[in-house]
């Protein structure tokens, strides 16, 4: 066991509402090893409380500073690294332009490998542990990134990117030369040869991975939708509801759907692990679709507000009830910091609700980037959280990073007022260090 001491902030899994978070001024975290010599929170409480009951265990003291859950982020594209920052008439020329020809160079597994081991090193940096995203379309794309994850013990979540139509061709999938199947049924046996290559080792897991309705066939979703069903515990990711134009060429390829949305729905592809990134463009029966299938939304403030799709409508989505956290969407999204996407988020909730004046609470926006996106993940009580039996990824924030941050933070009176601060002066800076879950 090991034991770590600092100001502690969590969620505590008992409390009403789950959003409401915990602070200990003078904290103890305590590590061990679970039956599968996984390291997981042992106990976690104020030092003064914990200290005679764990009283052999050595102690790291790291004053004035805070350990808090690692960041989840729950939508993103590995590949698009280099995209960050093209600017576009939206989604569909951003697309085109700037997001396609980029993807094409990951046929080739050395840039796969350079580009998967810089996005994990980023995410570290940014004290980001969980993240769930989205390679390309060549199979080389999803072995590099398993291999620099699971090299560094990240819980990260990929799959191929399934594209048989209305792409260039160099990125739709491939069919094997002189095989009998076409494109579409490799492109499904490949993700099959996938999930049972890499599922479940170590800390990774599959990820189903239509880009979107407009890139894949019927027959293609359909399969897609065959594979989730046989698969429970994979995770199926995907985009929806973005973007005007998105929809509209949603809606007409699949005109017998009652919704875009609706068109995953009838292709078995809403379910528990069904993670959608945007959902912006929702009405009442969508909401409640999410609900009833349990999938979970990806809201990805910076690219929302950089591709001007929309805003993510928070008062309809907790009117009706589905799951939701926050996401980079890097390369749409502007940044791998957690605190920059928590301040668009909070931008987004005060523009988007301007009739009913929404204003996200700082503690809401840390659990929907920790916590929150855990539990939309169907990750719960695993990661996002430091209650005993999570796994031990935690980051060490250093309140007094830069001369700012130091000034502002020492006048903080709550711990609103605290959250607040580094929410929005908040980046990499912030994050002293990043701690791993470790294996014996
Ligand atoms: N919809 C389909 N593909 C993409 C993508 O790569 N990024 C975003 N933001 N939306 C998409
Ligand atoms: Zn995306």
Redesign the pocket.
């Known amino acids: 066991m090991k034991a770590y001491r600092a100001s502690l902030l969590y969620f505590s899994p008992d409390a009403e509402p789950n959003q409401a978070a915990v602070f200990e001024d003078d904290g103890l975290l305590v590590v061990g090893l679970n039956e599968q010599g996984l390291q997981v929170v042992q106990a976690v409480g104020s030092y003064p409380a914990l200290q005679a009951r764990f009283a052999q265990v050595p102690v790291t003291h790291w004053p004035g500073r805070i350990i808090a859950p690692g960041f989840v982020d729950m939508h993103s594209?590995y590949p698009?690294t280099n995209?960050i920052g093209s600017p576009a008439d939206g989604?569909l020329p951003?697309?085109e332009h700037y997001?396609f020809p980029e993807?094409k160079r990951f046929l080739a597994p050395e840039y796969c490998a350079q580009a998967a081991t810089f996005f994990i090193a980023e995410l570290l940096r940014n004290g980001v542990t969980t993240a769930l995203t989205?390679a390309t379309s060549h199979p080389c794309s999803v072995a590099a990134l398993f291999q620099a994850a699971q090299a560094q013990r990240l819980r990260l979540m990929t799959g191929l990117c399934l594209m048989d139509r209305h792409a260039p061709a160099e990125l739709l999938n491939q069919k094997v030369p002189h095989a009998s199947v076409d494109a579409t049924e490799q492109s499904l046996m490949d993700s099959e040869a996938l999930i049972q290559r890499w599922h479940g080792v170590d800390r990774l897991g599959y990820a189903i991975t239509p880009?979107?309705a407009?890139?894949s066939s019927a027959a293609q979703l359909r399969g897609a939708g065959v594979l989730a069903a046989k698969y429970p515990q994979v995770w199926i990711q995907?985009?929806v509801a973005?973007?005007q134009a998105?929809i509209a060429w949603a809606r007409a390829l699949f005109p017998a759907s009652r919704s875009y949305l609706a068109t995953y729905a009838d292709f078995g592809l809403l379910r528990q692990r069904a993670i959608y990134?945007?959902c912006i463009h929702f009405d009442d029966e969508d909401r409640a679709l999410m609900r009833d299938t349990g999938a979970a939304a990806a809201v990805?403030p910076t690219?929302n507000l950089f591709?001007g799709?929309g805003f993510f409508d928070y008062a309809g989505a907790d009117r009706v009830g589905f799951k939701y956290g926050l996401a980079s969407?890097v390369?749409?999204?502007t940044s791998f910091s957690p605190f920059h996407t928590m301040l668009a988020a909070y931008t987004v909730g005060r523009e988007g609700q301007s009739k009913t004046g929404l204003s996200l609470s700082p503690q809401h926006l840390w659990w929907q980037h920790t916590a929150g996106a855990a539990q939309a993940l169907g990750l719960a009580g695993v990661v996002g959280n430091l209650q005993p039996g999570c796994e031990a990824d935690f980051v060490l924030l250093n309140p007094r990073a830069t001369p700012l941050l130091a000034r502002k933070t020492a006048l903080a009176n709550s711990l609103d007022e605290l959250l607040f601060s580094m929410i929005v002066l908040g980046d990499d800076r912030l994050i002293e260090r990043t701690v791993i879950s470790q294996a014996v």
């Open positions: 594209h698009q995209v989604l951003w697309l997001t993807e989205f880009r979107f407009p890139t995907s985009h973005e973007n998105e990134a945007h990805c690219s591709l799709s969407d390369g749409g999204g």
